[in-house]
């Protein structure tokens, strides 16, 4: 007896041994092998304010840099001021949707000590009154001749956007006998697709960058008293440091830059589709690989 208990004994000891073996390889197999690039790098911060533009350009980037050059990128969304304030202060590394030198001028003037300019990522953002092509008038003196074809209305969006002060402002200096209707960006491009569905007249307050000049055939209204300001770029700004800390993403940042047509069409995707915005960014790096490849820095 005392024989076959010291049998059992030691078969429970070399199945525990066995066990303890197991759970180790199996423990070592869920761990990061060593050398995983992305835990190498570390982790980048962006901020982007809850524009199209920004979405998509942001997006882009942070899906290229994860998938392609093994970096993590945490994108917070905030306000334009919060969003310079934590650049400058180190606490995001950058931001890709600064309107320059006129729409964030201020912004600016009061941080550009703390940031470093890598350039524009799109050239020619305006903002303004914008109508199908088809429609003929050209300037935003013609509207009142024509007021009965628009119904008197000049389609906007929120309230509190900058592009609603400035038409109000555009209603008074050029005596325009319309209202401006207060909607969203969305009901806006759904009003505007109607229209031109039917070919009938509309004037919207319209942006570039956005989907719907890559969609439609557009014009923006001239204005020559220059009350939706000049033609402006859309530049991306950094931290100070992070070329020290990362070169290459500063390289990369450098290289990022996009014309109407890809930026236009990638935004037109997103408004598209229901999936994450860094997820339909994934199918479009898959239709535009050159391009994106002449952005990514040689190793």
Known sequence: ??????????ALVVILSMSFVLVGCTQDSE??????????????????VNWAEGIAMTNLAKAILED?????????????????????NGDYDAFLDAWLPVTHGSYMEKFGDDLDKLGANFKGA?????VPDYVDINKIE?????????????????????????????????GLDYELVESSGPVMTAKLADAISNEEPVIVTGWKPHWKFARY????????????????????????????????????????????????????????????????AREWIKENKDLVNSWIPEK
């Open 1 to 10: 007896m005392k024989f076959g208990k010291k049998i059992g004994i030691l």
């Open 31 to 48: 761990k990061p092998e060593e050398g995983n690039e992305t835990e190498a790098k570390g982790t980048l911060k962006f901020g982007v």
């Open 217 to 280: 055939d557009l014009k923006f209204l001239e204005d020559p008293k220059k009350v939706y300001g000049a033609k402006e770029d859309l530049h991306t700004v950094a931290r100070k440091g992070l070329k020290e800390d990362n070169p290459e993403v500063v390289e990369f940042l450098e290289n990022f830059q996009m014309n109407d047509q890809e930026l236009g069409g990638l935004m037109g995707m997103i408004a598209d589709s229901d999936e994450e915005a860094v997820d339909v």
């Open 126 to 130: 305006r903002i303004g009154l914008v």
């Open 142 to 174: 013609e509207m009142n001749a024509v007021k009965d074809q628009f119904e008197g209305k000049i389609i906007g969006i929120g309230s509190g956007a900058g592009i609603m002060k400035a038409s109000e402002k555009a209603i008074k200096e050029y």
């Open 68 to 88: 392609e050059m093994g970096y993590k990128v945490d994108v917070t969304t905030a306000e334009p001021g919060l969003i310079y304030t934590s650049v400058a």
